[in-house]
């Protein structure tokens, strides 16, 4: 690779010839912080006073602490405001709760069981991994059936009737439900049985 940086960009197409005289202009116009002439060849004297070491230094500090400052006050604000923000998400998911509750109060809410002893395992995809409650033969039906659909409310697994979806989701479009699939009509294995000793 030859030539200088601004002319493989020039190649490249990134840059025009403004653009790449523009920044030489301003590479120019910068001053360079090492000293320059015969002052960077002198060393200061003994016994006098360096006033110029001696002002310059702590001017230095106190911008190096004041940049410092300036940063941990961002820092500090952008916790709060990021605070703030997780408060107001937790606030309005707890008053979409008690919406979603008080439209649900007259539809029976299921709740899945605690105790898997003669219970059947039921699986449904969450946010792109398998999660698993546990379930009564009646309660297992009925989803297969399509009559309860599972979902979350305040944070809990709960299984609702199909009919208080659209309640559900006309106070909260976001809110996860699953619905068990319907056989599709067009499945080219509609014909064919699933064996009996297949386990999922």
Same mark, same amino acid.
């Given at each position: 690779?030859?030539?200088?940086?601004?002319?493989?960009?020039?190649?490249?197409?990134?840059?025009?010839?403004?653009?790449?005289?523009?920044?030489?202009?301003?590479?120019?116009?910068?001053?360079?912080?090492?000293?320059?002439?015969?002052?960077?060849?002198?060393?200061?004297?003994?016994?006098?006073?360096?006033?110029?070491?001696?002002?310059?230094?702590?001017?230095?500090?106190?911008?190096?602490?004041?940049?410092?400052?300036?940063?941990?006050?961002?820092?500090?604000?952008?916790?709060?405001?990021?605070?703030? @923000?997780?408060?107001?998400?937790?606030?309005?998911?707890?008053?979409?709760?008690?919406?979603?509750?008080? @439209?649900?109060?007259?539809?029976?809410?299921?709740?899945?069981?605690?105790?898997?002893?003669?219970?059947?395992?039921?699986?449904?995809?969450?946010?792109?991994?398998?999660?698993?409650?546990?379930?009564?033969?009646?309660?297992?039906?009925?989803?297969?059936?399509?009559?309860?659909?599972?979902?979350?409310?305040?944070?809990?697994?709960?299984?609702?009737?199909?009919?208080?979806?659209?309640?559900?989701?006309?106070?909260?479009?976001?809110?996860?439900?699953?619905?068990?699939?319907?056989?599709?009509?067009?499945?080219?294995?509609?014909?064919?049985?699933?064996?009996?000793?297949?386990?999922?």
């Amino acid at each position: 690779m030859s030539g200088s940086f601004a002319d493989q960009l020039l190649k490249a197409g990134l840059v025009s010839e403004d653009d790449v005289t523009k920044a030489e202009a301003d590479k120019r116009r910068r001053p360079s912080n090492k000293p320059s002439g015969k002052s960077a060849k002198r060393k200061p004297r003994r016994g006098l006073p360096q006033s110029k070491a001696k002002h310059s230094a702590p001017q230095g500090v106190a911008n190096k602490e004041a940049r410092k400052a300036h940063a941990a006050a961002n820092k500090v604000s952008e916790a709060e405001r990021e605070k703030r @923000a997780k408060q107001e998400q937790a606030e309005q998911r707890r008053l979409l709760n008690i919406q979603l509750l008080n @439209a649900l109060q007259e539809q029976a809410i299921e709740e899945p069981a605690t105790d898997p002893e003669g219970k059947v395992k039921f699986n449904y995809p969450y946010e792109g991994k398998i999660r698993g409650i546990y379930v009564t033969a009646e309660q297992q039906q009925r989803l297969a059936d399509g009559e309860l659909v599972i979902t979350l409310i305040k944070a809990k697994t709960k299984m609702i009737p199909k009919a208080a979806v659209a309640s559900v989701l006309e106070i909260d479009p976001d809110r996860f439900i699953y619905e068990v699939p319907r056989e599709d009509p067009d499945d080219p294995y509609k014909d064919y049985a699933v064996p009996d000793d297949l386990v999922w």
